[in-house]
């Protein structure tokens, strides 16, 4: 087979590069004149016999709209410059597997370069350019198969160190990593692999630094394996790097008014956040840390004002990104109401049952409401004594005593009450997590004859 030195090394680095760039930031994307993209192939995949080469370009979608069909050529890359093939058309675009053969070859390190073309011009533009793994061929084989194209080996012994480069997340789905490799002094590419699965493998160009830009699965953070492969040698040895995604979950907010001039936030804590932002109409009036799901605002007409949380990741010491924000909201009554039966022991005979059913906080007074119980055949005439202590995350904020609480209870009858404790303003008592109620009752019965006790 002949070949055809096409392309000199200034030429095809920045037409790579800039190629590469536009090809990782995904599918169908418009190009500049209005197109649209087709997709690219998802990968090509080969067999060795001798000097042949059999291959077969694999794609998600054969029935994409706007596609002719697919073309590729193989390249010569242990020497410089490349040496490339003509390019041969696989017009059977109705097939996920497109085949196609390269005989005729030479001694040494072949890759195969397809992309998807266009009869439409107008509408469609060709897709990007996709490569296969280091294809290695031996002249002198008889038949013998060669490597395939779906499994990576380390590299040779003596190879280049691998620099492990710049490597962050952005703030996309399914997540945007760039790869910053300095240092080699001859044609380079990529190849990155999550566990065995190969993600991309691409050919980057010629001399000095290169980024890359790649569209990467992953979710919070993974750990990828990658190696720079050479055109003068093979692959250099298997470097590791984590990248931390950038994705975060939406926070549900709650918010307290607290005074006309006091409001409290309460949040729930998203997995992988490095802090929040607190945001007052579209102004943010605080950045805490990971560990902060609670703040509390202090300012003119704060409590009538709309807020916000947005969590926000640091991914590395100059990248941070921001999620998405909870719903704007004004803050709710600072109250908090109960359900169920919680008392000193309301069914035991002899007892008087008390069900505490909310409490409203305004200024520095707790309004408490509850029900009181007679589950005896004698008449509750009184809470001799009657003690109420609220605590907010384990701190007491209102105590208070009440003696001879008149009642009159019948048997099996309840009463609301309501009582009112001055205590400690300023508390998000809606908000607070370790909020208790604490009871102390005396009752005091009415027998036959009119004895009590």
């Not at 069909?69 to 020497?79: E, H, L, S, W, Y």
């Not at 001859?186 to 999550?194: K, L, T």
């Not at 709710?332 to 007892?351: A, E, I, V, W």
Request: proline letters at 3%; a positive charge.
């Amino acid at each position: 087979m002949k070949f055809k030195r096409q392309l000199s090394a200034n030429i095809l680095c920045p037409l790579l590069l800039i190629t590469l760039v536009l090809g990782c930031m995904g599918m169908n994307v418009y190009a500049g004149d209005g197109k649209t993209h087709l997709s690219e192939p998802t990968s090509i995949t080969f067999t060795v016999s001798g000097t042949t080469v059999n291959f077969s370009i694999n794609v998600a979608n054969p029935y994409e709209l706007g596609v002719g069909g697919f073309k590729a050529r193989i390249i010569k890359n242990d020497v410089e410059p490349n040496e490339f093939s003509d390019w041969i058309t696989l017009s059977n675009k109705q097939a996920s597997s497109n085949p196609g053969q390269f005989s005729g070859l030479k001694s040494g390190t072949y890759m195969i370069q397809a992309y998807a073309y266009t009869n439409n011009t107008v509408t469609y533009a060709d897709s990007d350019w996709v490569f296969s793994e280091d294809i290695t061929v031996k002249a002198s084989d008889s038949g013998e198969s060669g490597e395939s194209g779906e499994s990576g080996e380390s590299g040779e012994s003596g190879a280049p160190s691998l620099n492990q480069g710049k490597v962050w997340a952005f703030s996309v789905t399914p997540g945007v990593a760039t790869i910053d490799m300095t240092g080699y002094d001859h044609g380079i590419g990529i190849e990155i692999y999550n566990g065995n699965t190969k993600i991309i493998s691409k050919l980057l160009g010629y001399y000095g630094s290169h980024t890359m830009y790649v569209n990467i699965p992953y979710d919070q953070t993974t750990t990828f394996k990658y190696r720079v492969f050479r055109y003068d040698k093979y692959s250099t040895s298997w470097g590791t790097v984590s990248v931390t995604s950038a994705k975060l979950k939406k926070p549900t907010l709650s918010v307290t008014k607290i005074s006309a001039k006091k409001a409290g936030l309460k949040w729930n804590k998203i997995a992988g956040a490095t802090g929040y932002k607190v945001y007052m109409g579209s102004k943010v009036i605080k950045t805490l840390g990971k560990d902060k799901t609670a703040y509390i605002h202090t300012g003119k007409k704060a409590g009538s004002k709309k807020y916000s949380v947005q969590p926000i990741i640091t991914i590395s010491a100059k990248k941070t990104f921001a999620g998405p924000k909870s719903n704007a909201m004004k803050g709710k009554g600072n109250f908090r109401t109960y359900s169920g039966t919680s008392s000193t022991d309301s069914m035991s005979y002899g007892r008087a049952g008390i069900s505490p059913k909310k409490v409203v906080l305004s200024g520095n007074k707790y309004k408490v409401t509850f029900f009181a119980k007679n589950s005896r055949i004698f008449k509750l005439i009184k809470f001799k004594k009657l003690e109420i202590t609220l605590l907010c995350n384990g701190k007491k904020v209102a105590h208070k005593k009440f003696k001879n609480y008149k009642l009159n209870l019948k048997q099996n009858r309840s009463k609301k009450i309501t009582v009112t404790i001055k205590g400690k303003g300023g508390v998000d008592f809606r908000n607070a997590e370790g909020i208790t109620i604490r009871w102390n009752v005396i009752p005091y019965w009415e027998v036959v004859g009119s004895k009590a006790f």
